[in-house]
Structures are given as C-alpha cells and as structure tokens.
C-alpha cells in the first residue's frame, strides 16, 4: 500500500543516522552522502522512506563502495539499466530507506539534487507536489505505476524550470518507469 504522510522533522534525523553507519563503512573511500526525495524537503508529504544518494567522485570507486556496503548487510541490486546509478537493497534492522550509488555529475544525481533544491527554495511548488502526492495515494493506494506516472509531469515542468533539456528528461521519466 502507498503511505504518503505530513512532513516528520525526524526524518533529517533518521538520515544522518544512516548515514553515520555508512560513512564507517566507507571511511577509507572518497564519497559524500545526500539526502534527497521527498523527505530531504521540509514541509513536503512523503512516502516514509529515506532516500540517500552515496555520490563518488569518480567511477573507479565504486566496486569499493559496493564490497564495503555489501560488508554491512546492503544487497547490491545493479542499475536496472539506469547509468550512472547503482541501487541496494537496505539491512532489515534500519530504518526504511532507499540507498543508490551514484557517479559525481551523472544524470539520476543531477534529477534527484534539482528537484530536491527545487522544492526546498519555492513553497509554492511544494506545497502542490504535497498535494498532488497525498491526492496520487488516495486515487491509486495499490498502484505504484500510476501513482509514479501521475507525478511525472510534475516533476517535469520542475526539470524544465532547472534548465534540463529535452532529451535530458525524456531519459529521466523513462528511467522513472523502471524498477529499483
């Protein structure tokens, strides 16, 4: 069932405690961590699930990465075909989020750090993906493809305020429709 709740203040709390564990994990590894999707945002409704994006700096880094998560619990799922993102599967005993591994620069990390910074600066705009979200979980509380479609042009007009291209967000609401 898709949950969509209020905004929890928690949930930069809940991040950084994630976040604390991997960073041990990785502490010989140059990265760097953000917090992105909807409860990166203040104010906004959200599924409760942290979303965290592991960022390397360059490529060569990330078979390290992927052994040091592994060493902890998380369970490398592959890109699904998305480049320049790796996603894991997150240790039962932490609280629900979602872990992807991206390259520095890569388009999934400029998506998710755009909209991100996006919402955090233009109330107006959060106020309605809130609504939008909570009206989406309503209408399709079983289906997370509609309720992934209906956001979609959304976010795009977000994109195109970001100055993403075209071709740019074609590619991004495809890999929207992918697993993972």
């Given amino acids: 069932m898709i949950r969509v709740v209020k905004y929890n ?3 930069p ?3 950084r405690a994630i976040a604390s564990q991997i960073e041990l994990a990785l502490a010989d590894i140059p990265h760097w961590i953000e917090h992105v999707g909807s409860t990166s945002v203040p104010d906004l409704s959200a599924k409760p699930i942290i979303d965290m994006d592991i960022v390397v700096p360059e490529d060569v880094y990330k078979t390290a990465i992927i052994r040091n998560l592994e060493n902890i ?3 490398h799922r592959g890109n699904f075909g998305i480049e320049g993102r790796e996603a894991f599967d997150a240790p039962e005993a932490l609280p629900r989020h979602n872990l992807y591994l991206c390259s520095k620069g890569s388009l999934p ?4 750090l ?5 919402l955090r600066v233009n109330p107006r705009f959060r ?3 809130s609504e939008l979200k909570l009206a989406l979980a309503r209408q399709f509380p079983d289906d997370i493809d509609s309720y992934v479609e209906g956001k979609t042009g959304f976010l795009t007009e977000i994109l195109l305020l970001c100055d993403f291209s075209e071709d740019e967000i074609h590619e991004i609401t495809a890999v ?3 697993p993972g």
Avoid at 114 to 118: F, G, H, P, S, T
């Fill in 109 to 112: 990390l400029r998506n998710h």
């Fill in 176 to 178: 929207n429709k992918k």
């Fill in 127 to 129: 106020d309605r993906y």
């Fill in 13 to 15: 709390d809940i991040f």
């Fill in 73 to 75: 619990g998380y369970v």
């Fill in 9 to 11: 203040p928690q949930w």
């Fill in 114 to 118: 755009a909209v991100r910074d996006y």
